[in-house]
């Protein structure tokens, strides 16, 4: 069977951005491929982080993650940081990978430029999430069109290493869906909705009430026109909640342009904000049946037991392979 992997950060209520992007489609392959999810928090001390913030943020995505479908039943659902391997790999594949390669990245060029007080931590970022995926022989990482470089650079890590050492690692993918590629902030749609957004207008975060949303949408920037066309490019704004309808309804895009054809900018957003609220508030139900619940230490205690055997051996395996022995 194919595996699949992916995490996302505990840095805040997720968006509707993840959850298009790496959640709605772990749900969707997970009868069909063996699946690995986990809270990137490791990741998250890239940037300073608030120590209660973290674990709460923590709790409520491995929450979240239940609430939005995933079966731990059917998924390993674990926490980084309580697997050492990773970072113990993470070493092991920084002494095989390249300095210029890691400041080329787009994501930590974009990152160190707001902030030149940065960590190393945060040029050296894709290498652990590079570890992450090969401690796992993982086929195909779901991710949004923003982090297809780190699972392309993994794959460049991986393969350098089978050159050098022998076969050791399987060689990944990223698998985005062509919906969820990027969702874009609904009041600047030429930049990417995200949880570290300063405005929080343009972010529909997975608990904001229903209300809210609802407004959010209505507010979205859209053009002079009247016409619901899908054209990133001139209509990035209605391009962008065309989108987010494609993934929650499972239409095409001809679909919607032929259903909204003779429909104002106002009742395509009112349609969105219903599809959108009404996927969204069972989630929320559900994540407030499931956040006091001490099942969730259970499922973590599972999968990090399962995952440690299996990233311990191949932990061995590179460290034997580059002369780690006695
Ligand atoms: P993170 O936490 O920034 O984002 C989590 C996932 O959400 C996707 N995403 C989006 N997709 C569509 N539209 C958007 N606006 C949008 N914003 C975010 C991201 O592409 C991502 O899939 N480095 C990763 C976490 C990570 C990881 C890994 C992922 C660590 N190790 C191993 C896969 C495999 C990150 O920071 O994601």
Redesign the pocket.
Known sequence: MKKI?????P?GV?????Y????KQMVKYQDQYDSYL?V?DL?AITIPQDKEQLSKNTRDLLALYLACGVDPKKNKIYI?SENEYHTNISWLLECNTYYGELSRMTQFKDKSRKNANFTTGLLT??V??AA??LAYDVDY????????Q??EL?RDIAERFNKKYGETFKLPEALISSE??????LVTPDK????SSESQKGVIRLLDDEKTIRKKIMGATTDSETVIKYDPENKPGISNLINIYISFTGKTIKEVEEEFAQKTYGEFKTKVADVVIEEISQIQKRYNEIINNNELDKILDEGREFTRKIAKKKYEDMKYKMGFRR
């Open positions: 992997l992916t995490g996302l950060q840095t997720i968006t509707l951005g993840n298009i992007g790496a959640i986990f990137a990741h980084q970022y894709p652990l999430m992450d995926i990482v779901p991710v949004g069109i923003d982090q297809k780190h699972v993994a969820g590629t990027k969702i874009m902030d990417k909705m995200s949880k």
